[in-house]
Structures are given as C-alpha cells and as structure tokens.
C-alpha cells in the first residue's frame, strides 16, 4: 500500500492511496481542473479513482466532490449526517455509510472513526490492505479513547498539526474563530498532536506526517519539531503536506 497528497490546510485537502488496482480519496477541495492536475503530477487521472470518502462538510473538504463525482461517475462515501447538511450536490453515486461499521473498497478495507469537530457528523478514517494500516487524522478539536483504540498499531500516520496556540492567540484571526480553531471540536494543535502521537508510537510506526498545518498560526518547522520530539528524530526527518504542491508517494512495507 502506499499514499500521497494532492494538498492539505484551508484551502483545500485531498490524501490519495492505493493498493494494486484499488485508488481512493479521502476528501477533494479542489476543482476538477486542479484535482486533475494534481493527480496528474502522481502519475494518475479522474478515471483511476475507485471513491471519494468523505470526512465533513467544511468547504475545503468537500469543495471538490460533487464536481470531480459528476466529472467521472466516482462513488462517493459519507456519513449519513454529512449527506444531510447538503453540501454535496449532485452526486450520480452516493454511497452512505455507517461511522462505526468498516467496508471495504476493492483490495482497501477502510475504517471510519468518529471525530469532535465543529461539523454534523464528521469521520475521519484508517485504512488498510490487510497487511499495513494507515491512519488519516486531521479536523479534530481533541482525543477521545476510542480514537485512541482506533488508531494505535497504525503503520502510517497522517496527522493534523494544525496551529501553535501562542501564535493563533497573537495572530489575526478574530476572537470568536481563534475559540473556535482552539476549542474542543476545533484543530489539534502542535502539542496536541505530539502528545497523541507519544501514545501511539511503536517500533513499526514507518511514516508520521504533519498535515493541516495553518499558514497563518503555525509553520512548517513548528509543527515537524512537535513531532520529532515525540519520536526523538530530527525536525527535518518529518516529512509535511505542502498546500499548494501536496506530498508525494510514500510506501508501506508489510512485515511478512
């Protein structure tokens, strides 16, 4: 299995993986030109995709779908709540699913796990090819214990570093969303996401990845340092999702 980013942070997020023939998003901001361009970098199209999964309803996740769906007949999953806000559009295939119920995808079984975020019934997900399992977990105010069940033993891990509290409290957002980005169905911040990933380490952990990071009440090296510490590497030895340029492939290895 391995996995890729067409770009994460306010302005659009989309994680790419695949397995064999099998190719997934989760989420697509983008328009369908750029969705296309950006696959196109990874050497993929429209028509490789098997489904568009879902998250939450905030435009930056969901800005895309409706269209790239139209533009090639992909399925798309979500959660019953999020169909309800309405935000899809026309979908010709919309597939709903249970937050707490795995499915599979061609050679993905893919588990959704309930989130606190300020959304109606936002998911986040970890998938895996029976071998390896990657963990995608961004848009969350805070942990709750079964987050923690369900992301431990993970062999990859996408996580939000979204913003350091100093700079959001000093930066130029205004009260009511500098609450909001900080509260408990807001965004993980650096400490947050460090504290998590103390927990969930372990000796098969391949890849940790800093996502969601804001470009206004964060940086690059900010939220890597967290991160290494957590891990005890170097800041540079985390590799991040770039908004614009997104992140290339990187692989899972099984263990037989």
């Known amino acids: 299995m391995r996995f890729a980013s067409l770009g994460s942070g306010s302005r659009g997020n989309a994680t790419l993986i695949e397995k064999k023939s099998t ?147 000093q930066g130029p957002y205004p009260p009511k969303l500098k609450r909001r980005v900080g509260g408990a169905y807001g965004h993980l911040s650096n400490g947050q996401a460090q504290a998590l990933l103390q927990e969930l380490q372990h000796d098969k952990l391949q890849h940790v990845v800093a996502a969601h990071i804001s470009d206004k009440n964060n940086t690059d090296y900010l939220a890597k340092e967290s991160l290494s510490r957590a891990l005890g590497c170097s800041a540079e030895d985390i590799p991040s999702i770039d908004q614009d340029e997104g992140l290339h492939w990187l692989g899972l290895r099984s263990a037989f």
Do not use: W
């Open 23 to 169: 190719r997934i998003l989760i989420d697509c901001g983008f328009g369908v030109k750029d969705t296309r361009g950006r696959l196109e970098r990874l050497g993929l199209s429209l028509e490789d995709l098997d489904g568009v999964l879902v998250t939450h309803e905030h435009g930056d996740h969901i800005g895309g779908v409706g269209r790239v769906a139209r533009a090639c007949g992909v399925p798309v999953y979500c959660s019953h709540g999020t169909y309800l806000t309405g935000r899809l559009g026309e979908v010709p295939d919309l597939r709903l699913i249970s937050s707490h119920k795995k499915f599979a995808i061609g050679d993905l079984e893919i588990e959704p796990v309930p989130v606190p975020h300020d959304a109606k019934e936002p998911i986040q997900y970890v998938v895996g090819d029976g071998d390896t399992r990657l963990g995608v977990l961004t848009d969350l105010g805070s942990i709750t214990p079964y987050i923690r069940q369900c992301y431990a033993r993970c062999d990859g891990l996408i996580l939000e570093t979204n913003h350091d509290p100093q700079m959001l409290q």
